[in-house]
Each structure stands twice: as C-alpha cells, then as structure tokens.
C-alpha cells in the first residue's frame, strides 16, 4: 500500500513539473540558417522583456530579418569597436516598426545584465525609444552598458536576455557577406516563438 502512494505521489510532483520547464521565459529565433535560443531575464528587465515578448505574441517577427552587423572592418576608425548582429522589423515591416510607442529604458545599472557574449539587447536611438529591434553581442561589449563609450548619452542599451543555444548560428551569420554593415542580403527570420 505504501509503494502504491509513493508512486502516486511521484507521479504528482512529476506532473506539476512538466508544466513549466525553464525559470525564465525562452524564445527561438528560428532562422534559415538554424535557430537561436534564448533565454529571458523578466525578473531583471520586466518592461523590456514584457515588450519583446508582446510582440512576439502579436507575431511582429514573422518575416522578420537579421540586417546589419558590427564588425572591426566596417566601422570608423576613430569608433569604439563592435561585434554585433542586428534583426528585426525596421527592414521588412517598416510602417508597423514607425507605428510603435518606445519601450522606457532600462539601464544595464537598473537589471545588472551586462552586454556580454551572447547578451541580446534592444536597439535604440534615444533613451525610450527602443521597440521592436533588437541586438546579439559577439564577444563582450562594455561600451554598450551603462557609462560605456557607445552612447553619447552614456545610457547604453537595454539588454533582457542571452542566447542559452546557437551561438554557432550567430556566428555563421556575423561571418556572411556585408556592405556598409548591412548583411547582402538580408538574413531572414522565419519567426521568432516561445518555447
């Protein structure tokens, strides 16, 4: 009789567990190259992460493309250097991408999320006015957090998450052809989903 409850209970702790398989949210950026998986930090970046994953819910990524890189080739010399990849909407769905109301910032000094290897951040012009672009660091990227040498406004980008798997495939596409830090062509995202 004991084994039979022992089972029974098992099986309960085991059931409520499949329910939820990650702490955080995580996503795939799926690609005609591979996917990217990453992984959402909603409790160090809500409003950030609560945006992003509007949109993807809205399905703003569908079609979506991977335009621009950073690389130590085609910045200005006199440039803080960079290693990026830069995706979105701003390419392929443009009139949706000027229609969006900017995300308030949120500092690296806020979250504590540091734009690192791997860390994705939102694209931005000015404080607030991120919205659906977004960037994967290659290597870590200082001057990109709070204080860095990146912004004139040393405000630096908002980053809400890492990849977790497929760091291969951001690199196989940092490495495709460019013009002027724009991929030739485009690299297209298929859709970018919850996992």
Known sequence: MRITYFIIAVCTVLTACEGKKYKNPHIAIETKIGNIEVELYTD????????????IDSG?????????????DNQPMDAFKAAL????????????????KGIEHETTKQTGILHKDGTISLARQE????????????????????????NPDNQGYAAFGKVVKGM?????????????QAFTPPVMIFDIVRL
Do not use: M
């Open 44 to 55: 160090k970046a809500p409003k950030s992460t609560a945006a992003f994953l509007s949109y």
């Open 60 to 72: 703003f990524y569908k079609n979506a493309a991977f335009y621009r890189v950073l690389n130590q």
């Open 85 to 100: 990849i830069q995706g979105g909407i701003w390419r392929t769905n443009h009139k949706l991408f000027t229609s969006l």
């Open 127 to 150: 404080p607030g006015t991120a919205t659906t672009e977004f960037f994967i660091c290659l290597g870590d990227q200082p001057g990109f957090d709070y204080g860095g040498e990146n």
């Open 168 to 180: 291969d495939i951001v690199r196989t596409i940092y490495d495709r052809p460019e013009d002027d």
